[in-house]
């Protein structure tokens, strides 16, 4: 494997301090499975079928597109401070106030389809507007322009946020996320840990090499329920290309004016 290539944003990214309950180690963006409703052990209650429609159910469930939007509001807006940041952004308590108070204002999450994307980048530059941020966002992008757009966005110091759609063609294809691998055994250095569809995650980095046979591997290390995983580029591309389609699957393309 050829000598890595690393494109990243500027600032450590949002961090949640845990609480040994719901969170066990300091996080890596926002999760919306923190406002879903347990009991005083930290596990998760069990709903009817109306309940589940309560909004903090609701969140739990399709609020990922809302994470990640508040997530890149709070980065963009930090690292303008002059006092810079603190060594957490977040208490579990105050992110959990904070998705609830996003959901009502800014990004309302809908029962069973969340939040989407064109939504999400008129009601991003709403904001933008209203608290004088010179940036502006847009939904849809031309595909074969993506992978060059997230590293223009990485190198301006922007997180993107982006997603893969439920798979409207192969109901059972998935796309895989990894973690890196600290043995790296047979020279791989990132070992397979969940899938998902239909989801938001949000790119704070990507990793480029070429491997034995001389391929361009792309990896992006993405913000998903937490935690710090890694994405194939290539493969999510596949994903779309041959289960779902560009309006579903797409990134918020966030510039400076």
Not at 243 to 256: E, P
Request: include cysteine; aromatic fraction near 14%; charge should be positive.
């Amino acid at each position: 494997m050829e000598k890595l290539t690393e494109i990243s944003i500027k600032s450590k990214y949002i961090s949640v301090l845990p609480d040994g309950k719901i969170l066990r180690e300091v996080s890596y963006g926002g999760s919306q499975e923190w406002v879903r409703p347990r009991d005083d052990k930290g596990k998760k209650l069990e709903l009817g079928r109306w309940q589940k429609l309560k909004k903090p159910n609701v969140i739990a469930d399709c609020g990922c597109g809302l994470v990640a939007s508040e997530d890149v509001l709070t980065y963009l807006e930090k690292k303008e401070m002059p006092a810079g940041r603190g060594e957490f952004d977040y208490n579990v308590t105050a992110y959990q106030s904070m998705l609830m108070d996003a959901d009502f204002h800014d990004f309302p999450v809908l029962p069973y389809g969340g939040l989407s994307g064109i939504l999400m980048a008129l009601n991003m530059n709403r904001i933008f507007r209203q608290k004088g941020m010179k940036y502006k966002a847009r939904w849809i992008n031309n595909p074969k322009k993506m992978f060059a757009r997230m590293q223009e966005m990485l190198e301006a110091d922007i997180p993107v946020i982006f997603s893969a759609g439920p798979g409207i063609f192969k109901k059972k294809k998935f796309i895989r996320l990894f973690v890196e691998d600290g043995n790296f055994k047979n020279g791989k250095r990132f070992k397979k840990s969940v899938s998902f569809r239909n989801h938001y995650v949000t790119c704070t980095g990507i990793l480029t090499w070429r491997d034995a046979s001389g391929k361009e591997k792309r990896m992006l290390r993405v913000s998903s329920w937490g935690r710090k995983y890694y994405l194939d580029f290539d493969e999510y591309y596949n994903y779309v290309e041959s289960t779902d389609n560009w309006l579903f699957s797409n990134m918020l393309y966030i510039r400076k004016k």
